[in-house]
């Protein structure tokens, strides 16, 4: 049974860094693209940031572009996502995500595995 477990969310003033962590079980994940989506009050789910099984390949949403750092620790199947320059448009529920094999899909509808997610909130 898959199983991801996010962490490290918070409330943090703008400006300012958090990171979010996600552990995964279950599966090989070293297989699989993994990727942070989120979620505002009101507003449909959004893609953040994606990366491939290897880690030789990322995406990012141009919003957070030169601010967020997705990365991965196959051996600990855990993913990472290092989150500066927060903005107040930042916050929302962010989720882990997995399950595709090929590609950086944008689209959450592609991955059938999630989180419960992880609160961040970003006060000015």
């Known amino acids: 049974q898959v199983q991801l477990v996010e962490s490290g969310g918070g409330l943090v003033q703008a400006g300012g860094s958090l990171r979010l962590s996600c552990a995964a079980s279950g599966r090989t994940f070293s297989r699989y693209t993994m990727g942070w989506f989120r979620q505002a009050p009101g507003k449909e789910r959004e893609f953040v940031a994606i990366?491939?099984?290897?880690?030789?390949?990322?995406a990012y949403a141009d919003s957070v572009k030169g601010r967020f750092s997705i990365s991965r620790d196959n051996a600990k199947n855990a993913l990472y996502l290092q989150m500066n320059s927060l903005e107040r448009e930042d916050t929302g529920v962010y989720y882990c995500?997995?399950?595709?094999?090929?590609?950086?899909?944008?689209?959450?509808?592609?991955?059938?595995?999630w989180g419960q997610g992880t609160q961040v909130t970003v006060s000015s």
């Open positions: 995500a997995t399950g595709v094999s090929l590609g950086l899909p944008r689209d959450h509808r592609m991955y059938p595995y």
């Open positions: 990366i491939t099984g290897s880690g030789g390949n990322t």
